[in-house]
């Protein structure tokens, strides 16, 4: 019993102006304080409130010195379904931008690789 989990009954209870929870990567994050300072307007934040953000968060591409604020906004992880349940908790560990994680380009070389390797073992 470490540290406290959100629910989405929390995120719900905090979605004004007043005080703004938000999900990104399957953890919570208190933005109220950050709604003015946002360079992308508090009206975006609002309308994420509430909400699984990742999605949002995700497709605007920010950049890793937006991702470096997240920790100084986190209250702690989230319990329960969420919408995007792929990688939870994958992205903001990573930080990595836009090289990371796909590796299915390799997928033509690797078979090319074992293909030459069992010829070869075939001709020897
Ligand atoms: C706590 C979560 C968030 C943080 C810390 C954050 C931080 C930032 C930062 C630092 C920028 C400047 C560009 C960059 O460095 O990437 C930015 C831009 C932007 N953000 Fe966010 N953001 C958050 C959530 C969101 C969400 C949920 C949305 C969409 C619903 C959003 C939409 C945008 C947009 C559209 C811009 C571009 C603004 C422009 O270039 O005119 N942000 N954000």
Known sequence: MSATTYTIDDLQAHK???SLYMLISGKVYDVT???????GGDEVLLEEGGRDATEAFEDVGHSDEARD???KMLLGPFDGPTKVAKAAGATTAS??????????????????VAWLAYRFLVAA
Request: aromatic share 10%; glycine share 12%; net charge negative.
């Open 16 to 18: 004004s102006r007043e």
């Open 33 to 39: 304080q950050f709604l003015d300072e946002h360079p």
């Open 69 to 71: 604020m997240l920790p």
């Open 95 to 112: 930080s990595g931008g836009s090289t990371g994680g796909d590796y299915k380009f390799l997928l033509p070389v690797a078979v090319l």
